[in-house]
């Protein structure tokens, strides 16, 4: 069991389900206020006051630890249509996978480690050169680079599957995670120093849960079709009267004839025949 099973046993309850849709949502909301405040609807300085601003949030405002999740990817609509369908589909297709749990604990710590590097940019400039970032270059940070770890999650897992590009093109999601990585190579290498900040935080997540971690291979597809081969061979054995889940395959005693009893499959076996502690190592192989 590894640090996430151990985290999830004590607050998997308090994960919140369908962040995926939160998350778009944030996006659609902060692209209307974008062009509201575009079309002087609303006044341009609402804008302003929602941006990740250290300096500001020291000084009081930190509404901005939330609000600039708000940050929309593209200012284009058909873009952000695009956008919000693949990636709602992407994400939810994760959860599915990862569970409510490990889904939440890969965003948040995505959105974490770019609120971290933020703040520690800005206090390496101000305690290194004495000055503050400008806010037009510190309210750059987003959250669209948090859902390109999405992107490289699902193509981690589903290399093979093909994706429709704007619905008519079908091309592989390994070839579609290295494009995205390019140009997030080109943004890291043209953009200013905030932008890279950004890149490296937000990607951070994925290089955690996969470059540190091979506990995850068991979410891979290939482990979750062998998973529900299992259970459909072993249903039929595992069923027994009276509502008992384990059963010894030589004396038929189960876990309600003897709390204490402790069961265990044998590799030997050839099917999947339990065994009880009495009888795990004196039966006679089944071939």
Request: charged share 15%.
């Amino acid at each position: 069991m590894n640090w996430l099973d151990k985290l999830e046993r004590k607050l998997g309850r308090f994960a919140i389900p369908n962040l995926t849709v939160y998350l778009m949502i944030c996006y659609v909301i902060g692209f209307m206020l974008w062009n509201l405040a575009a079309m002087n609807l609303i006044p341009a300085e609402v804008i302003g006051y929602l941006t990740l601003e250290p300096a500001l949030i020291l000084r009081g405002q930190v509404w901005r630890l939330i609000t600039w999740l708000v940050v929309p990817p593209s200012s284009n609509l058909i873009s952000l249509v695009f956008f919000v369908l693949l990636y709602y589909s992407l994400g939810t297709a994760l959860e599915r996978t990862w569970g409510v749990f490990r889904y939440n604990v890969y965003i948040f710590s995505g959105l974490l480690f770019t609120v971290l590097a933020v703040f520690g940019l800005y206090a390496f400039y101000y305690f290194a050169y004495g000055f503050e970032m400008p806010v037009s270059v510190m309210g750059m940070a987003g959250s669209s680079y948090v859902t390109l770890s999405i992107f490289l999650a699902f193509a981690a897992i589903y290399p093979e599957m093909e994706l429709l590009l704007y619905f008519i093109l079908p091309i592989k999601m390994k070839w579609m995670a290295l494009v995205y990585v390019a140009i997030a190579g080109y943004d890291f290498i043209n953009g200013n120093i905030v932008t890279r900040v950004v890149i490296g935080a937000s990607l951070l997540n994925f290089v955690i849960f996969f470059l540190s971690s091979r506990n995850f291979k068991r979410f891979g597809p290939g482990e979750q079709a062998r998973k529900a081969k299992f259970k459909k061979q072993s249903r039929p054995h595992m069923t027994y009267t009276n509502g008992a889940h384990h059963r010894c395959a030589v004396c038929g005693r189960t876990e309600l004839d003897d709390p204490c009893l402790e069961f265990r499959y044998c590799s030997k076996c050839n099917g999947n025949y339990e065994y009880c502690q009495d009888h795990l190592f004196t039966h006679e192989h089944v071939k």
